[in-house]
C-alpha cells in the first residue's frame, strides 16, 4: 500500500459524512437488489445466474473465435473493427479519426473502459474535448475525480457538493434542488449532444452473431452519443463479447437487477453498423475498438480467468464490508471492490499488489450476489498465496546476495578466508559426503538447499596449506 | 499489427489454433409462458404506471386520435412515419409535423417540439417495455429529444417480455442498424440517490394501446 492510498483510507473512516453516504448508498442498492431478485418476482434467478456464468465461461474459452465472428459481422453491416493492445492505441485510433474529420467535440457516454485508460486525459492533450453525459460522471468530470462506484459515479457526493461544482464551473447561481440541478446539466449537455462530431461509448456487451454493441443507460445519454454525432465509436474490452443476440434474454434479466433492483434500464441499445440505406437517422460511421490491456494476460491463467466474466453490476462492492469502509477511492485503479482487488493488477501490468487481496474479510457475500458466479474469494485467496510466494522468494534471494557478498569479501582477504577455511574442516572436515548439517545450521535457506543435496567434506588440509608444504619441502 | 497480436495471445492464453472451430455453445434459453392478451395488457399497463409513465387504452384508431389531441393541444409535436399513426389520422393532427425523411430537418424539429410521437414494433407485457427498429417508418431521434414521448402501440404486438421478443427476432441486427427497448421515462438518481425523472431522454411517457 502506498502512503497516499493509505492516507485516504484513514480520511475516509474519519468521515463520518463520507461513511454514512457510502452505507447509505450501498444498503439502498442492496435492498434493491434483494427486492428485484425475490423469488416470488423472479423464481428462475438462480437458473439465470448459473445459465449467464455457463455462457460467459464458453465465450471466454473460445474467446478467438467469437471475436473473429464479431468483426466480421460488424463488417457485414458495414462498420469497422479496431483492435488495440493498451489504452494509448485506442485513444491514438481516436485521435487520428478525429484529425482526419476535423472533429474537436467529443461526447461520452458512460464508460469504465475508457476511465480505466484515462482516455479523456489522453483527448484533450491533443486539443480534443470530451465531455461525459452521464449525470454522475459528468459531476466527475467537473471535479477531476474519478468514479467512486462502478454503477453510481458520484455517491460520495451532496448537492451541496454539487451546488458548489456547477457554480464554480458552470457559472451558474447555486441551485441546491437536485431536479434543478438535474435541470442545469440537461440543459449543458444538450446543446453538446447537438454539436459533437464522435460519440464515445462504452459496451455492455458485444454480440458475435450480430456484430452489434449493446449499450444500457437509464438517462437516455447512450442513445444520444449514439444517435446524434456523425460517427460512434464504441470501445470495449475484448471479454465483452457474447455468442448470441438471444443470450441477452438471459444477461438483461440479471444486469439491472443486480446493480440497482431495476428490471430492466430505461433503454437498451443493440446497434449494429451505421445508419443503413433508407433509415433516417442515425451515425454515419460505426467503429468498434476491441481493448487488451492486459486481459490476455489474465486468460492465460486458468483460475483467474473467470474473472473476465464480469459484467461490471457493481454488486460486490455494495455487498463488500470492506468497500462500504473504505470507499471507492482507496483502491488503485478504477475498477474498487472485491473484483477490482483481481482485475486492477493485471490491468495496470503489476504483477502482485501487496495488499488488494488482503483488502478483504472473504465473508462469500460478493460470491453469493455475483450474477455470472464468478468465485472472488476462492481468487483473492489464490492471490494471496501468490503474494506470499513472492515474499518468500524475495527473501530467499535476498539471503543468497547477502552470502555472495560476504565469500567476496573474504576471498579478497587471504588471511581470513584461511581461517574460514580452517575453521570449516574443524567443523565438517573428514571423508565421504555431508547429508546433513549440525543442527544449528540445519535450519533456514541452507537447511533447505542441503536437503535435496549432498556436499563432499572439507579436506583436513586446504590446497594453500599443501602449497605452502611442498614449497617447504622443495627448499630444503 | 494489434489485431494479430491481440488474437495470438488470445489463442495463445486458451491453446487453440487458428480457425479451430468453437466448442458446442450452451443451448439457448427462452422461456415463452402461455399468456392471453388481456393479461399482457394489464401487465404493460401496470409496469409503465409503476415508472410513472402514463397509459391510455383506446376502443378504435380514433379513440387513440382523440387521446393523443387532448394531450398535445396548440403545442408543437413531432411523429414518425409509421402507417399505424397515419391510419390514426394522428399524423395529420394541427400541430403535428410528420412525413419527414431528412435527418437534419428532424433533427431540427426534434430538438424544438413539445411531444414526439411513434408507433413500437413490439411491447413487452413482464416489463412495460416499448421495442422500437429505426427504419424509413421510425426515426430514433423522435422517442428522445422532446419532453414527452407518446406511443401508440397495436395489442396484436404485446409480447409476454424479452424471451418471446428474442424468439421472434432472433437476429435483431438483420432487420435494422438499430433496435431500443425503451422501459418508462428517462431518469437518474445520481445525486445523493435521488429519482429525478427526465435526464437526457423524455420525462414523460405516454403509451395509448389501440
Known sequence: ?476 | MPREYVLHRTRTALGRTIGQPPDPAPPVRLRIPEIDLEARIASLFAEIRNLAGKTHRAASPADARAYVAALVGERSAVASNAPFLRECGIADLPTVRSGIANAEELRALCADAEFGITSADYALADTGTLVLFSSQQEARMISLLPPVHIAVVQSGTILSGLDELLSREPLPAERSSSMVLITGPSRTADIEQILVRGVHGPGEIHVIVV
Not at chain 1, 472472488?376 to 547477502?402: F, H
Request: aromatic residues 6%; positive net charge.
Open chain 1, 1 to 476: 500500500m502506498t502512503g497516499a492510498q493509505e492516507q485516504k483510507i484513514r480520511q475516509t473512516l474519519d468521515d463520518a459524512n463520507l461513511q454514512l453516504a457510502i452505507y447509505t448508498a450501498t444498503g439502498r442498492l442492496m435492498s434493491h437488489r434483494k427486492a428485484a431478485v425475490a423469488e416470488d418476482v423472479l423464481p428462475d434467478f438462480q437458473e439465470l445466474r448459473t445459465q449467464a456464468n455457463l455462457l460467459k465461461r464458453h465465450a471466454i474459452e473460445n474467446l478467438d473465435h467469437y471475436l473473429e465472428q464479431f468483426e466480421s459481422q460488424v463488417v457485414a453491416h458495414g462498420g469497422k473493427v479496431i483492435y488495440a493492445r493498451d489504452g494509448a492505441e485506442a485513444s491514438e485510433f481516436l485521435i487520428d479519426l478525429a484529425k482526419k474529420k476535423g472533429a474537436r467535440l467529443m461526447v461520452k457516454s458512460k464508460s469504465m473502459t475508457t476511465e480505466e485508460i484515462d482516455l479523456n486525459e489522453r483527448l484533450e492533450r491533443q486539443g480534443i474535448e470530451p465531455v461525459e453525459t452521464d449525470l454522475g460522471e459528468y459531476i466527475m468530470q467537473l471535479a477531476h475525480e474519478r468514479p467512486y462506484h462502478i454503477v453510481a459515479p458520484a455517491l460520495h457526493l451532496t448537492r451541496y457538493d454539487v451546488a458548489d461544482l456547477f457554480t464554480r464551473k458552470l457559472g451558474v447561481e447555486r441551485e441546491t434542488e437536485i431536479e434543478k440541478q438535474t435541470k442545469i446539466a440537461r440543459a449543458v449537455l444538450r446543446q453538446k449532444f447537438l454539436a459533437a462530431d464522435i460519440g464515445i461509448s462504452g459496451a455492455n456487451f458485444l454480440v458475435a452473431d450480430s456484430g452489434a454493441v449493446v449499450i444500457v443507460t437509464n438517462e437516455g445519454n447512450g442513445r444520444m452519443a449514439t444517435t446524434l454525432p456523425r460517427i460512434h465509436v464504441a470501445i470495449a474490452g475484448i471479454e465483452k463479447v457474447i455468442p448470441r443476440a438471444q443470450d441477452l434474454a438471459v444477461f438483461l434479466k440479471i444486469l439491472a437487477r443486480s446493480a440497482n433492483g431495476q428490471h430492466i434500464t430505461v433503454y437498451t441499445s443493440f446497434l449494429a453498423g451505421p445508419r443503413r440505406e433508407g433509415e433516417i437517422d442515425g451515425p454515419e460511421e460505426f467503429y468498434v475498438v476491441l481493448l487488451d490491456n492486459g486481459r490476455t494476460r489474465l486468460l492465460a491463467d486458468r483460475e483467474k480467468r473467470q474473472s473476465l466474466y464480469c459484467i461490471r453490476c457493481g454488486a460486490c462492492l455494495n455487498h463488500c464490508p470492506v468497500y462500504r469502509k473504505v470507499g471507492g477511492h482507496s483502491y488503485p485503479g478504477v475498477y474498487g471492490g472485491p473484483i477490482g482487488a483481481i482485475i486492477t493488477p493485471q490491468y495496470l501490468g503489476v504483477t502482485h499488489d501487496p495488499w488488494l487481496p488482503f483488502a478483504s474479510s472473504l465473508c462469500g457475500a460478493c460470491a453469493e450476489v455475483c450474477p455470472v458466479k464468478i468465485e472472488i474469494p476462492k481468487l483473492l485467496l489464490a492471490l494471496r498465496s501468490e503474494v506470499v510466494q513472492a515474499k518468500l522468494r524475495d527473501t530467499q534471494s535476498r539471503i543468497e546476495r547477502l552470502s555472495f557478498r560476504v565469500w567476496a569479501w573474504a576471498m579478497r582477504r587471504p588471511r581470513i578466508y584461511e581461517m574460514l577455511g580452517f575453521m570449516g574442516s574443524a567443523l565438517l572436515g573428514g571423508e565421504g559426503w555431508i547429508r546433513r548439517l549440525p543442527k544449528l545450521l540445519s535450519h533456514g535457506p541452507l537447511g533447505a538447499w542441503l536437503s535435496q543435496r549432498d556436499l563432499p567434506r572439507l579436506p583436513a588440509r586446504s590446497f594453500r596449506q599443501l602449497w605452502r608444504a611442498r614449497r617447504k619441502a622443495g627448499e630444503n
